[in-house]
Structures are given as structure tokens and as C-alpha cells.
């Protein structure tokens, strides 16, 4: 199985704030990766699929690249709606895995 | 809009059968473009991908789980059900179910049921 490992576990940071949250494959993974918005009680939520393509109607704040082995996914201005778990996941092969997860907190 | 809901008992004992649907409403369970997967997140913990089925029946599991997982598919109801046999408490989790869009090579699980938490208890 990939192994997809996310650092940091949690940050919190303020609004306005820039924030990088990074994962990396325990192989190349080439670009087939995903990222997700998870708030509590809630269903996770596509952000950016493909490394770098965004959802529809997910805000441009957001975006992700990477290649390979390690990605990252940037807030650019945080917002005090992004506090949430965002988590990594690889599409590249079954079984498909994902990163354990970052705690977001917007202070 | 596409929308999953999936549905079955809450709570299951040991070595019993978790048997859950997922309705699809808004949209065919039978279009081309299309899995139909069980993602799984035990309390406080990372996600899980389970399996995932297309409209013809044909299906993949996670090996971790693939000697007690049956995932099915009835296209005239729109619903794809999962069945995890001889259950413990480690199988205690939210479930989910979504759509995995496969549109070519790179693929994304979107959208997701609300999922439901199934505890395994005796």
C-alpha cells in the first residue's frame, strides 16, 4: 500500500495568515492526488483533485501542487471559515489511502 | 444536484454481518464516468477507503478487509450496499459513501453521503 504522510498534524494560525500544509507518498504518486475539507459532524469535501485542479466553486485562496512524492496545499489568506481537517489522498492505486489528516485552527 | 444517503442500523454485535445502502438520488447510479465507493473513519481517526463498485456489479476491495467485505450494486433503485462480516469493535466508524468521478486517469471521490456511524456493541 502507498503510505501518505501529512505534517503538520494541527496548526493554528490567525486570519489573514498564509498556510501550507504538506504530504508526502511512500512512493511517486505522479500528480494522482487529492485534497479534502473535512469540518465536524461533516462529510469530507473535494478542494483540489489532481494535485493542482480546483473544484468548482471552491475559493482560489486555496490551491495545491506538487509532483511525485510531495505535495502541498496552500491557504492564502485564511478565513475563519477554513478552520477544519484537511487531509491528503492518494488516487494512483488501489487500494487508495489516505494521509492521517491537519487540524486546522484559526486563532 | 447528485446527493448519496446511506442508511442501516446503527449498531451491530460482534461477530455479527454490518449491512449498509447508499440511495443515490439526482442522478443514475449506471452512468459510465463512475465508481460508487464505502469510505470508512473510526472516532477521532484518518479516513479509510473500503471499496468501490461500477454499475455492471464489478468490484475492488482494500485487502485489509477484502475477506469480509461484499460491496453490490442494484441499479433499479439507484442504491449500492456494503456488507462487513464478523465484526469487532475496530470496525466501529463513521461510514460514508461516495461517488468516486473517474473522468480519465486522475479520479476524486465527490460527493459524499453524510455518513453514519455504526458502533459495534454488545
Known amino acids: 500500500d502507498i503510505q501518505m504522510t501529512q505534517s503538520p498534524s494541527s496548526l493554528s494560525a490567525s486570519a489573514g495568515d498564509r498556510v501550507t500544509i504538506t504530504c508526502r507518498a511512500s512512493?511517486?504518486?505522479?500528480?494522482?492526488l487529492n485534497w479534502y475539507q473535512q469540518k465536524p459532524g461533516k462529510a469530507p469535501k473535494v478542494l483540489i483533485y489532481?494535485?493542482?485542479t480546483l473544484q468548482s466553486g471552491v475559493p482560489s485562496r486555496f490551491t495545491g501542487s506538487g509532483s511525485g512524492t510531495d505535495f502541498t496545499l496552500t491557504i492564502s489568506s485564511l478565513q475563519p471559515e477554513d478552520s477544519a481537517t484537511y487531509s491528503c489522498?492518494?488516487?494512483?492505486?488501489?487500494?487508495?489511502?489516505f494521509g492521517q489528516g491537519t487540524k486546522l485552527e484559526i486563532k | 444536484q447528485l446527493q448519496l444517503q446511506e442508511s442501516g442500523p446503527g449498531l451491530v454485535r460482534p461477530s455479527e454481518t454490518l449491512s449498509l445502502t447508499c440511495t443515490v438520488s439526482?442522478?443514475?447510479?449506471?452512468?459510465?464516468?463512475?465508481?460508487w465507493g464505502w469510505i470508512r473513519q473510526p472516532p477521532g481517526k484518518g479516513l479509510e477507503w473500503i471499496g468501490s463498485?461500477?454499475?455492471?456489479?464489478?468490484?475492488y476491495y482494500n485487502p485489509s478487509l477484502k475477506s469480509r467485505v461484499t460491496i453490490s450494486v442494484d441499479t433499479s433503485k439507484n442504491q449500492f450496499s456494503l456488507k462487513l462480516t464478523s465484526v469487532t469493535a475496530a470496525d466501529t466508524a463513521v461510514y460514508y459513501c461516495?461517488?468516486?468521478?473517474?473522468?480519465?486517469?486522475?479520479?476524486?471521490?465527490?460527493?459524499w453521503g453524510q455518513g453514519t456511524l455504526v458502533t459495534v456493541s454488545s
Open positions: 461516495a461517488r468516486r468521478v473517474q473522468p480519465g486517469a486522475p479520479n476524486w471521490f465527490d460527493p
Open positions: 439526482g442522478g443514475s447510479i449506471s452512468s459510465s464516468s463512475y465508481y
Open positions: 463498485v461500477y454499475y455492471s456489479g464489478s468490484t
Open positions: 512512493q511517486s504518486i505522479s500528480t494522482y
Open positions: 489532481a494535485a493542482s
Open positions: 489522498q492518494q488516487s494512483y492505486a488501489s487500494p487508495f489511502t
